[in-house]
């Protein structure tokens, strides 16, 4: 079966950390693997997309990894600011043309 | 553009009643997903449509479900009747490809069945 777990479920951290949020997935044949950030009340917005063939992709303070044979993705965010406070939902999308979800990590960047 | 346009915002119903959610993708985007997202189950694919056609409902809960893409730029979810059960936000995306392009959120039906 695909799956897709997150951790932390959750994670609160001081303004100015680099943190790490981690991303596993049973079933290393994906296509890709996206990042999401979803603020309450709204909908998902795409942070990042790593082709199966990629290992990373960065997108200003955002760096995210992925590593196939092992099954896991990391999100790297350095230097963060209350602004990043929000769930952050990864994706792997498989040949059935499903994006399976992991169930998010809640961010919370307290000043 | 405008981005996925969804509509209504807000749903509260009676049970027993049907409701019909409404989607506009984005122009030119070949893929339209339909997601419901509850606190228990996360993000769940409903179905999914490729040039209008349904590929894949296996997501669909029940017969209660149905959903319809008539044209490119309209596509409705509908539940009939309603349970209680189906309160949860329903979310549709649209990409222009399966492989090499993210997938664009709407804002979500906050759906309330009473």
């Known amino acids: 079966k695909q799956e897709v777990t997150q951790i932390p479920a959750a994670l609160s951290v001081p303004e100015g950390e680099n943190l790490v949020l981690n991303c596993s997935f049973t079933?290393?044949?994906?296509?890709?693997l996206q990042w999401f950030r979803q603020d309450p009340g709204k909908g998902l917005t795409s942070l990042l997309l790593?082709?199966?063939?990629?290992r990373e992709q960065t997108s200003g303070r955002l760096n995210a990894s992925l590593d196939k044979s092992s099954g896991r993705s990391t999100l790297y965010i350095a230097a963060s600011q209350p602004g990043d406070s929000a769930t952050y939902l990864c994706?792997?999308?498989?040949?059935?043309?499903?994006?399976?979800f992991g169930t998010g990590t809640r961010l919370q960047v307290f000043p | 553009d405008a981005g996925v346009i969804q509509s209504p915002r807000h749903e509260v119903t009676e049970m027993g009643q049907e409701v019909t959610l409404r989607c506009k993708p984005i122009?030119?985007?070949?893929?339209l997903f339909w997601y419901r997202q509850t606190m228990m189950r996360g993000l769940e694919l409903l179905i999914y449509?490729?040039?209008?056609?349904?590929?894949?409902d296996s997501g669909m809960p029940e017969d209660r479900f149905s959903a319809k893409m008539p044209n490119a730029s309209f596509s409705t979810l509908k539940i009939q009747p309603s349970e209680p059960r189906d309160s949860a936000v329903y979310f549709c995306?649209?990409?222009?490809?399966?492989?090499?392009?993210?997938?664009?959120f709407g804002p979500g039906t906050r759906l309330t069945v009473l």
């Open positions: 079933d290393s044949a994906i296509y890709n």
């Open positions: 790593i082709q199966s063939s990629q």
């Open positions: 122009s030119g985007h070949d893929y």
């Open positions: 449509f490729n040039n209008n056609v349904p590929i894949d």
């Open positions: 995306a649209s990409s222009l490809s399966r492989e090499r392009d993210t997938q664009y």
């Open positions: 994706a792997a999308l498989y040949n059935t043309d499903k994006l399976i």
